[in-house]
């Protein structure tokens, strides 16, 4: 019998993710919960896990398609299966679903073709193929069991433009180089965007497209929170427990109190709906070489603070591993990014949507004082705070924003 590898929705507005790398071929062995392959979608990367014991028998999307939540992506079956009728069934009735009600239907009655045959097309491909207004029953695929893929489209509309028209106009040439860079070096090169940047991009865009997003900045001073640091630091060293308390831990435990204290901040913005958690979960903007994920640390308002610690480790060191599973990177409720160690003061964060806000850190700095005649040196830490004015307006998020700076003030509040 064999079994279905669908898109899996890894996230709350996740719609369609990209195949970015099959990590298993087509009579490799596989095991239940092993990883097949490799997508994209939002700001992360995922592997896709196998339903089951078996042999992949199919790849039907290829790499780079984008495929539907929910849509087939390969078969696997036992290993006396080759190409059977049961996997046929899965695949095809899958497209059948998807051709329903597409204009493409039309092109099964083009003269002298046979409008019993099925026609084998990736999902990304017919889309591109009623773009470019290409039948596809004139097109040979390359794809596995010769399915029909996106370049076997592109190409087809190619050679057919090349038949039509031997010569662009003069028009079209002029615009075309007006696309160009307008450098004068012998060093340039391009190179495509990664998967995970083009990612980015397309989620900073939606964000910011979708929000209306405003930015509070103010400081906080922290020279009792790093007295305070130091000493559970040497209590913990002392106790030889296994524990690190970081500065970013402690803004988080600020956070996570603030959150259950003013949790109007503690909301999703999906389709004109507002959606209030009793729950905070966590996200921690980390930095990778290819790009940012955003890990999330789930239940944080159940975690005292060297649990809280320990969560926060975990997660962070396993994005910068690549050992992050799906649920640890999607259904955060808040985002703090921390930029300190760049030695940047004040930053705008977008948001990580649907959030309604997401906190900067800067690194601290420290500024002279005069308090009663006396010179003082005072630490303080830069705070930025964007949230989404189609939420909240200016003034309750400016609470939210003093409630986390009095934690930060009264580091002891932070172990209640």
Do not use: C
Request: glycine share 6%; proline share 4%.
């Amino acid at each position: 019998m064999s079994t279905a590898i669908v898109m899996p929705k890894l996230g709350m507005t996740m719609k369609e993710g990209t195949i970015v790398e099959w990590l298993k071929q087509p009579g490799e062995s596989v095991s239940e919960g092993e990883g097949v392959a490799v997508i994209s979608s939002e700001k992360l990367t995922s592997e896709v896990e196998a339903p089951t014991d078996g042999v992949l028998l199919t790849i039907i999307e290829e790499v780079d398609n984008e495929v539907e939540v929910g849509k087939p992506i390969g078969i696997i079956g036992n290993e006396k299966e080759a190409e059977s009728e049961s996997s046929q069934d899965v695949r095809e009735g899958k497209d059948a679903a998807l051709e329903e009600n597409a204009p493409a239907r039309q092109e099964a009655e083009v003269k002298g073709k046979d409008t019993n045959k099925r026609i084998r097309i990736s999902p990304a491909a017919r889309k591109l193929a009623q773009q470019l207004r290409v039948y596809t029953q004139n097109v040979k695929g390359t794809g596995p069991n010769n399915r029909i893929t996106r370049r076997d489209i592109q190409a087809f509309a190619d050679k057919r433009g090349e038949e039509k028209v031997p010569t662009k106009p003069k028009v079209e040439q002029e615009t075309k180089t007006i696309v160009q860079p307008d450098v004068q070096t012998t060093g340039v090169k391009s190179e495509k965007l990664s998967v995970m940047r083009q990612t980015i991009a397309k989620r900073m865009q939606q964000s910011l497209s979708t929000t209306a997003q405003l930015t509070l900045h103010r400081k906080a001073e922290i020279n009792a929170l790093l007295d305070f640091q130091k000493d559970i630091k040497k209590q913990v060293t002392e106790s030889e427990l296994d524990v690190r308390l970081t500065l970013t831990v402690l803004i988080a435990r600020a956070v996570t109190l603030s959150l259950r204290d003013k949790s109007f901040m503690n909301t999703h913005l999906i389709d004109d709906q507002l959606y209030l958690f009793d729950e905070v979960h966590l996200g921690i903007a980390t930095s990778l070489d290819a790009g940012l994920v955003v890990p999330v640390v789930k239940n944080a308002e159940r975690l005292p603070l060297g649990e809280l610690a320990k969560a926060i480790s975990s997660v962070t060191k396993k994005a910068r591993n690549g050992q992050l599973a799906g649920n640890e990177l999607t259904g955060s409720t808040f985002t703090i990014s921390n930029l300190g160690q760049q030695g940047i003061e004040y930053f705008t964060p977008v948001l990580n949507t649907p959030e309604t806000g997401i906190l900067g850190v800067g690194t601290f700095i420290e500024e002279v004082t005069l308090e009663n005649e006396t010179v003082k040196t005072v630490k303080k830490l830069p705070l930025s705070l964007t949230f989404d004015h189609q939420v909240l307006d200016g003034a309750p998020a400016g609470d939210f924003l003093n409630r986390v700076i009095y934690y930060l003030e009264h580091p002891y509040l932070l172990v209640l």
